[in-house]
């Protein structure tokens, strides 16, 4: 069993510098047990225009390294992660309360965007071209200048690393908005930055919440904005970011379906859909949220349920973010049992001995809802399934592309014709195959659809690079007897 530990107070991150000017105004409390385990500042306008001022006076320097100077950087800093893997392993489990090895998981990805990231160079390869004898046109990808990215809580050490090293590695310099409730990784971020050589100001963080996102928003020197958290805050940050006329794409939240057919693998399945609902507590945005059982799916429903009942809170099943997620999430399970559906496997009432203190809601498995109900429709994001029955492939479609959501879908089947009709017919935009978490691993990139994302292209991978960088196009002619461009 771990220790939680009380951690230093956060603070501001500027200029390479903690700042100590910030009111320390928010307790963050470890979901483990319900702690207090340190204090963050509730930052203010003036403070984020701090750290823009900063990051706007690192980017000359910054942005005319080069690139293999700029990656040496995050080769380093991707060899601290690994280093330091055991400690940023415990810090995510103490914000954010996920087991051990949903932790662990969440560094080790972590590393694998950095990868990505120091690859860039292989990547972009500028283009060259004699466009008329003696004249030659170059396109090159510049960066924008100061960005910022703001991200949730459910994955404090990854998250931050689908923005960070793409948008820096490209010559960008940043202001960074971590979850008020989860800091303390980004804080970390930081300092291992730092150590491997970043220099001040290319990285700044600005605690708080909604006013330093509004700051980030109106702020006449940000570029760009990457947002991840919620649909309802993605649409206020994608508005109010690009009616400034900046950049901006922004994630939201999800509603996953996956289909079931009667002749999936019934073992391989109901581990599949379990693992999907109960990994990191169903906080995920990738989260199995409705199982479509299509036509006679009643043995996998059967393996579920014995799956769903050998998980332990507090041993394989962590806690949830907060005290109002845990009623928010057992109130919708009540709602739906109210409404006449079936519960299965009850987490509600869930208590851990020795964490009494703590927020955990045990697996749920919901059977027989319409597609009426708030469990179908509604993200609920915890440890919570909502099983709809249909009665064939096409009922199962419309079913899912019924979803304002559209981040990921799954289809469990051994038949190739099926799994293909779902791959392009379902309205999401990342998919697995008998695969309960289709998360694209890099270089594929990241993000979904309809209400799940706003903004052109996704957060990671190559989408990434269009992203964080314009293009300039220069036309060159040095030799003076050449023709001239047909243009000129
Ligand atoms: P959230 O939307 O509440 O918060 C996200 C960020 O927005 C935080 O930094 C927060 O301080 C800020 N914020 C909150 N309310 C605000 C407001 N009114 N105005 C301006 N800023 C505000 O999200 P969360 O609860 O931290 O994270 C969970 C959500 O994130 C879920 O909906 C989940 O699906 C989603 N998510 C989506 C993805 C994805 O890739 N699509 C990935 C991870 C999480």
């Known amino acids: 069993m771990e220790t939680i530990t009380k951690q230093p107070q956060v603070k501001n991150y500027i200029d390479g510098q903690f700042d100590r000017n910030g009111q320390n105004s928010m307790d963050i409390i470890s979901p483990l047990d319900g702690t207090v385990i340190s204090t963050l500042p509730l930052s203010t306008g003036q403070d984020v225009d701090k750290a823009v001022k900063a990051a706007k006076k690192a980017f000359p320097a910054w942005s005319s390294m080069?690139?293999?100077?700029?990656?040496?950087?995050?080769?380093?800093y991707r060899s601290l992660l690994e280093k330091n893997m055991d400690e940023l392993t415990n810090?995510?489990?103490?914000?954010?309360?996920?087991?051990?090895?949903?932790?662990?998981?969440?560094?080790?990805?972590?590393?694998?965007?950095?990868?990505?990231?120091?690859?860039?160079?292989?990547?972009?390869?500028?283009e060259?071209?004699?466009?008329?004898?003696?004249?030659?046109?170059?396109?090159?990808?510049?960066?924008?200048?100061?960005?910022?990215?703001?991200?949730?809580?459910?994955?404090?050490?990854?998250?931050?690393?689908?923005?960070?090293p793409n948008a820096l590695v490209?010559?960008?310099?940043?202001?960074m908005k971590p979850s008020e409730l989860v800091p303390l990784s980004t804080v970390r971020m930081a300092e291992l930055l730092k150590e491997a050589g970043l220099p001040d100001g290319v990285f700044n963080i600005i605690n708080g919440g909604k006013e330093v996102v509004e700051s980030i928003c109106d702020h006449p020197d940000i570029e760009a904005v990457s947002f991840v958290g919620s649909t309802k805050v993605a649409k206020i940050v994608y508005k109010r970011a690009t009616s400034n006329l900046k950049r901006c794409v922004a994630l939201g939240g999800a509603k996953n379906h996956l289909l079931v057919f009667p002749d999936a693998n019934p073992e391989m399945t109901a581990s599949n859909v379990v693992a999907s609902m109960v990994g990191c507590a169903g906080q995920r945005c990738m989260a199995a949220s409705v199982m479509v059982g299509v036509d006679k799916v009643q043995h996998i429903i059967d393996k579920m349920v014995i799956e769903a009942k050998n998980i332990v809170p507090g041993e394989n099943l962590g806690s949830v973010i907060s005290a109002e997620a845990k009623k928010r999430i057992e109130a919708y399970i009540s709602e739906a049992e109210a409404d006449g559906a079936?519960?299965?496997?009850?987490?509600?009432?869930?208590?851990?001995?020795?964490?009494?203190?703590?927020?955990y809601v045990g697996p749920t498995i919901i059977?027989?809802?319409?597609?009426?109900?708030?469990?179908?429709?509604?993200?609920?994001?915890?440890?919570?399934?909502?099983?709809?029955?249909?009665?064939?492939?096409?009922?199962?479609?419309?079913?899912?592309?019924?979803?304002?959501y559209g981040n990921a879908a799954a289809v469990f089947t051994q038949s190739g014709g099926l799994a293909k009709q779902v791959m392009e017919r379902a309205s999401a935009g990342m998919i697995g195959v008998n695969i309960g978490v289709p998360v694209p691993r890099e270089p594929f990139s990241f993000g979904g659809w309809n209400e799940s994302k706003f903004g052109v292209g996704d957060i990671t991978g190559r989408s990434s690079i269009e992203f964080w960088t314009q293009n300039k196009k220069t036309t060159v002619k040095w030799n003076p007897e050449a023709r001239t461009n047909w243009m000129s």
């Open 342 to 359: 079936t519960i299965l496997v009850d987490g509600r009432n869930t208590a851990v001995k020795g964490k009494e203190g703590g927020y």
């Open 91 to 126: 810090l995510v489990r103490i914000e954010n309360g996920k087991t051990y090895g949903e932790a662990k998981a969440e560094v080790e990805k972590s590393m694998e965007l950095c990868e990505f990231a120091v690859s860039i160079p292989q990547i972009i390869v500028n």
């Open 170 to 175: 490209l010559g960008n310099t940043m202001v």
């Open 128 to 164: 060259v071209q004699e466009v008329s004898k003696g004249v030659e046109c170059r396109i090159e990808r510049k960066p924008l200048g100061v960005v910022a990215s703001i991200t949730p809580f459910n994955f404090p050490n990854m998250v931050p690393h689908w923005t960070v």
């Open 367 to 404: 059977d027989h809802v319409t597609t009426d109900m708030s469990v179908a429709r509604e993200e609920i994001f915890g440890p919570v399934i909502s099983i709809v029955r249909a009665k064939d492939l096409d009922e199962a479609i419309e079913i899912e592309n019924g979803s304002n």
């Open 66 to 76: 080069t690139f293999k100077e700029r990656v040496q950087i995050f080769f380093r």
